[in-house]
């Protein structure tokens, strides 16, 4: 028996509003008006799909950082940003996870989310699925309004979990509904009434019966249905096709969010799984060159994620100024000033050796004085005890932290003026001076309790290498809950 142990979310703070997208269209493109209501999540400059899968693996293993017992680890994308590199690796080393595991890229179709899925349920063992996608599409387009961006993650273990794992069917059929050629440029779709009759219509369905019939479960069983579309009332035609009860069909989170490509199949199961009672039944289906259908079986027990889909979509700021959505997807090009000329190039040498410093944050703490510092040197910083070989690791990303200084900058180069950074002092012991992100001019102070991210530190558009580390970012939580006490205490 083998299911999802646990899971979580991300969505991006940023929501741009559909309205003010329609808006600077309308003198081009005024029959777009109609898809201008509600929000699509929108990632900041400095995330793309393996930053958001990487904090949505965060949220599915809670806040242990000992993460020795995943054995496996499968990440799944369209919009990966290397094509011939492991972004897998990438993710395991921002997770600290073991040099022993096993680590896979999926990609090629929308239906690669639940594809991976699928193949983590089929190998057992414990193994961590997670999902992010970011695509671009053109501006004055109706894929810029339908598109969000999002990720999901899924921690697989024996025993039923969270959510036992009962079925699954596939269909695999070369019907190409859109495309994207190695040049990383846009989607190009075909008629949308050829899609939708010839291909959602036609491929869907067996593959959700042959889950069902794996799992020995009838349609009418179904408590939770998931099918992401942009097509309107696409996953209600489908349960009607199929025997599914209409009540049974989720929202697909169209209004305040968009459809995450191959992202939102598993981030709708993630948010069906926060609904779903003690022994409801959850189907979640995907189409792409064919479909992908899985089917499991609540059991109201588990870890709940700490965040999740209700709380990343809670989380918002909503996004008004089109122009800077433009220039954060490179569709605008803009003068970036003198300070912007620097070569980016990254000593891949000096990463490989520091990996777990620059990607895992981790840092070292003195075996005989137990003084924190980051970086970890041969020598510790103790004043009193400065001694030799004797620092053993200290992970940092998952603990506390408050802003000691910092400096809003409007004269260094940023993607998203003024370029925040501050020293930042860890519970515990340590402090880094970092970047601090998803903020603007006044959110910042001292004092300010905030939390790791792992996010983009600069693009090396030359050679095409993207560089990560982690940034600091408000603890809006630790915020809310500061506030609370203080409000209690007057």
Not at 181 to 198: A, K, L, P, Q, T
Not at 378 to 404: C, G, W
Request: charged letters at 25%.
């Amino acid at each position: 028996m083998v299911g999802i142990a646990a899971w979580g979310a991300y969505a991006p703070r940023l929501r741009l509003s559909r309205k003010a997208v329609t808006e600077a269209n309308a003198w081009v493109a005024p029959n777009l008006k109609a898809k201008g209501k509600g929000e699509r999540s929108m990632a900041n400059w400095d995330e793309d799909a393996l930053t958001m899968a990487v904090e949505a693996a965060r949220d599915a293993l809670g806040p242990d950082d000992d993460r020795s017992h995943i054995d496996s680890l499968y990440f799944a994308s369209t919009t990966a940003p290397f094509a011939d590199r492991l972004n897998a690796g990438i993710v395991s080393a921002a997770l600290t996870l073991e040099k022993s595991i096993t680590a896979t890229d999926v990609t090629g179709s929308q239906r690669c989310g639940l594809t991976a899925l699928g193949q983590a349920l089929a190998a057992g063992g414990r193994a961590l699925v997670a999902v992010g996608e970011h695509r671009k599409a053109r501006a004055a387009s109706a894929q810029e309004l339908d598109f969000g961006d999002g990720a999901a993650a899924f921690v697989i273990g024996e025993g039923p979990g969270a959510a036992q794992f009962l079925g699954r069917g596939s269909v695999t059929d070369d019907f190409i509904d859109h495309f994207r050629g190695d040049d990383g440029g846009f989607d190009y779709y075909w008629e949308e009434r050829w899609i939708r009759d010839e291909g959602i219509v036609k491929l869907v369905p067996p593959a959700i019966r042959k889950a069902l019939e794996v799992a020995g479960l009838s349609p009418s069983d179904v408590d939770h249905f998931c099918f992401p579309s942009t097509f309107s009332g696409m996953a209600a035609t489908l349960a009607k096709t199929i025997g599914i009860r209409p009540e049974a069909v989720r929202d697909n989170l169209a209004s305040v969010m968009g459809e995450a490509g191959c992202a939102h199949g598993p981030i709708m199961l993630a948010h069906a799984l926060e609904d779903a009672r003690e022994n409801e039944v959850v189907l979640v289906a995907q189409f792409g060159q064919g479909a992908e259908a899985l089917v499991f079986r609540a059991t109201g027990k588990g870890p709940r994620p700490a965040r999740g889909v209700t709380g990343s979509l809670a989380d918002r700021e909503v996004e008004t100024n089109y122009l800077k959505f433009l220039t954060f997807n490179g569709l605008v090009e803009w003068d970036k000033g003198m300070r912007a000329e620097k070569d980016n190039k990254t000593a891949l040498t000096t990463l490989y050796r520091n990996e777990d410093m620059i990607l895992g944050l981790v840092g070292g703490r003195c075996r005989e004085t137990g003084v924190v510092q980051f970086p970890r040197t041969r020598i510790s910083v103790a004043p009193n005890n400065p001694a030799v070989d004797t620092q053993e690791p200290y992970k940092f990303a998952e603990r506390r932290a408050s802003i000691l200084s910092y400096s809003a900058d409007y004269l260094t180069f940023s993607m998203a003026p003024p370029n925040h950074y501050g020293m930042v002092v860890f519970e515990g012991g340590g402090r880094i001076m970092m970047d601090i992100t998803d903020v603007a001019p006044g959110d910042v102070e001292t004092g300010l309790p905030v939390r790791m991210v792992f996010r983009i530190k600069e693009i090396d558009e030359k050679r095409g290498f993207t560089r990560y580390f982690w940034k600091a970012t408000p603890d809006r939580a630790a915020i809310a809950a500061r506030s609370a006490q203080t409000q209690a205490a007057e």
